[in-house]
């Protein structure tokens, strides 16, 4: 089991960047890891992804181009680069591990992402 805590999410305006990190309690090697979002009254919705140690990552439609994942795994931590932020951004930020099969397993208590036109 792993727990995950979500931090550097703030308010910023438009076009700013923000850096978000989910450091886990334990180690992260044995989990492929994801960020998502959810915005008031919307689903949840997936926004990154990136595969155990050495594997690949992917970034949904809706960010490509502005958002990057990356895995320290060394410090059990895993980053989402977000650059030229939109309003359209503004949701809670989760980060998640999945051990194996479809579903993740363990999700962190999210991160409040604000960005102002």
């Known amino acids: 089991q792993v727990h995950l805590v979500e931090s550097g999410g703030g308010l910023v305006q438009s076009g700013d960047s923000l850096r978000l990190s989910c450091a886990a309690s334990?180690?992260?090697?044995?989990?492929?890891m994801g960020w998502f979002r959810q915005a008031p009254g919307r689903p949840r919705e997936p926004v990154a992804s990136?595969?155990?140690?050495?594997?690949?990552?992917y970034v949904y439609d809706s960010v490509k181009g502005r958002f990057t994942i990356w895995r320290d795994d060394g410090k059990n931590t895993v980053y989402l680069q977000m650059n030229g932020l939109k309003p359209e951004d503004t949701a809670v930020y989760y980060c998640?591990?999945?051990?194996?099969?479809?579903?993740?397993?363990?999700w962190g208590q999210g991160t409040q992402v604000t960005v102002s036109s």
């Open positions: 990136i595969e155990r140690s050495g594997g690949s990552h």
């Open positions: 998640a591990a999945r051990d194996s099969g479809s579903q993740y397993d363990y």
């Open positions: 334990g180690r992260i090697d044995y989990y492929a």
